[in-house]
């Protein structure tokens, strides 16, 4: 018993949780884990077996730019959402499968649009959460990419 709890704090201690931040859907709210780092961005939702409803990721860039993501290492299919600097909804690609077990980088379909911001959400929340493309989220404060 005492090893597997020392076992869960030094993964803690090695991978502290990320802060949360709320964002406002047209018809849900949401708590979004922040990947605002280069690390955090390249791990996203990795290995994560389930995605609760109206929780997910938001990635945070330095400018609004091209961004291509991709289902590497990713276990459940995802909805990607682009998002511009004033939460205007640019883009949505539904329900993303995962990438096959072990196939190469260069197999893994990237999806990618103009974006300051990407939120990833369990598939076909966005629908469910009325987020469209020309919808508008209220991104509230968010921290600056580091």
Do not use: C
């Amino acid at each position: 018993m005492f090893e597997s709890v020392l076992a869960v704090l030094l993964a803690l201690e090695r991978n502290p949780p990320l802060p949360r931040v709320t964002v406002v859907a047209p018809k849900a709210t949401l708590r979004l884990e922040v990947a605002d780092t280069e690390a955090e961005r390249e791990a996203g939702l990795m290995n994560r077996t389930a995605i609760p409803r109206h929780t997910g990721m938001i990635f945070i860039f330095k400018r609004d730019a091209p961004e291509s993501f991709w289902m590497k290492d990713t276990l459940v299919p995802l909805d990607m959402i682009f998002v511009a600097p004033d939460g205007m909804v640019r883009r949505v690609f539904s329900d993303v499968a995962p990438a096959r077990p072990h196939a190469l980088d260069f197999q893994i379909p990237l999806e990618t649009a103009t974006a300051k911001y990407v939120i990833e959400l369990a598939a076909n929340e966005a629908s469910a959460d009325g987020i469209v493309a020309g919808a508008r989220l209220r991104l509230g404060t968010l921290p600056a990419a580091r």
